[in-house]
């Protein structure tokens, strides 16, 4: 079955910096990649989906992530965060069950931006 | 409507209380998830519909633990007999080809 594990459940920056959130996955078959991000009190809004085309991928916010093969990792970035930036990021992999694809969570990187 | 509703937004249960958390996904997805968030915790999947079928249910954690969807549109998943346990965020999703949406979910809280 497919995974998804996310190093460190807390990343903390300050404004203007890079932000790096990292996302590793486990599949015995192309995956399609996801991030998602989570204001508080609320749903899962797509930033970027990674489905087999370009390595590279760009999202909303400025935010963009690199397919690794080698390495299985689906790293998020973005050059300069904002203090809008501040929420939790969740990665996901798709699984595959009896013909339906359902998504599978890591279990967050809360962001932290400092003035 | 333009994305997925849940209702309520928050329930606030007594131990043993039978609850009930509806789902009104984008009108036409076909396919429909539940998902339970505990706090600081990414979301784990409960179940899954296509149409009104329940292709997946192997993530309900009890039998407890009841969804349904009969007319293929609105789904309702309802908890009986709620514990502490069950406290969590309950959130739901519909999909289309063109990707995944999720609604703003329910928070339970069991006392």
């Known amino acids: 079955a497919q995974s998804v594990t996310q190093l460190g459940s807390h990343v903390s920056v300050s404004e203007g910096a890079l932000v790096l959130l990292r996302c590793n996955y486990s599949?015995?078959?192309?995956?399609?990649l996801f991030w998602y991000v989570q204001y508080p009190n609320q749903g899962l809004q797509l930033l970027l989906k990674y489905t087999s085309a370009a390595t590279l991928v760009k999202g909303i916010n400025g935010f963009e992530a690199e397919f690794k093969k080698s390495e299985t990792s689906f790293h998020l970035t973005k050059p300069s965060a904002h203090m809008s930036d501040a929420a939790e990021y969740f990665c996901?992999?798709?699984?595959?069950?009896?013909?339906?694809?359902?998504?599978?969570f890591g279990r967050g990187t809360s962001l932290i931006v400092h003035p | 409507g333009a994305g997925v509703s849940q209702s309520p937004r928050y329930k606030v249960a007594k131990r043993g209380q039978d609850v009930a958390l509806r789902c009104d996904p984008i009108?036409?997805?076909?396919?429909l998830f539940w998902y339970q968030q505990a706090l600081g915790q990414g979301p784990e999947f409960l179940t899954y519909f296509q149409n009104e079928a329940q292709l997946d249910k192997s993530g309900l954690p009890s039998d407890r633990f009841f969804a349904e969807r009969p007319e293929g549109s609105v789904s309702t998943l309802k908890i009986q007999r709620t514990q502490q346990e069950d406290s969590a965020v309950y959130l739901c999703a519909s999909s289309s080809p063109g990707g995944y949406t999720f609604g703003s979910g329910t928070r339970l809280t069991v006392v």
């Open positions: 009108s036409g997805h076909v396919s």
């Open positions: 599949s015995s078959v192309p995956p399609y």
């Open positions: 996901a992999v798709i699984t595959a069950s009896g013909g339906s694809y359902i998504p599978t």
